[in-house]
């Protein structure tokens, strides 16, 4: 199979040029997104908390994937809120998202974290 699927972060992506590749694209839930929560926990979370949080949250750091997805990390007030991004050229599709209590320290090759 190879790395295509390697979740591992190759490069950090700086905010701006992250801005720069999400903006005036459509925003879209994939199914999956949500597959791994309770009918419960489906009533109380909402896709649009997703959509908002991409369009007009600040993450605290973002992350290219060995896979070509993007991992961009924000604070909540439990820790952080990690989505995984498909970003095409003229969509976005939010893949998965998860809960992470922290940011993880990645050190490149190149010095650059």
Same mark, same amino acid.
């Given at each position: 199979m190879g790395d295509i699927y390697s979740?591992?972060?190759?490069?950090?992506?700086?905010?701006i040029?992250?801005?720069?590749?999400?903006?005036?694209?459509?925003?879209e839930v994939s199914p999956h997104t949500i597959d791994h929560l309770s009918d419960a926990q489906r009533k109380v979370f909402k896709e649009e908390e997703l959509i908002y949080m991409l369009?007009?949250?600040?993450?605290?750091? &973002?992350?290219?994937?060995?896979?070509?997805?993007?991992?961009?990390?924000?604070r909540k007030s439990d820790g952080y809120r990690k989505l995984i991004l498909e970003i095409e050229d003229s969509k976005?599709? &939010?893949?998965?998202?998860?809960?992470?209590?922290? &940011?993880?320290?990645?050190?490149?090759?190149?010095?650059?974290?």
């Amino acid at each position: 199979m190879g790395d295509i699927y390697s979740t591992r972060a190759i490069e950090e992506v700086d905010r701006i040029r992250f801005k720069d590749i999400t903006s005036n694209k459509c925003i879209e839930v994939s199914p999956h997104t949500i597959d791994h929560l309770s009918d419960a926990q489906r009533k109380v979370f909402k896709e649009e908390e997703l959509i908002y949080m991409l369009k007009r949250e600040n993450p605290r750091k &973002i992350f290219l994937q060995k896979n070509g997805r993007y991992a961009s990390y924000y604070r909540k007030s439990d820790g952080y809120r990690k989505l995984i991004l498909e970003i095409e050229d003229s969509k976005i599709i &939010i893949v998965s998202f998860m809960d992470p209590p922290e &940011i993880p320290k990645i050190r490149f090759k190149n010095g650059k974290n």
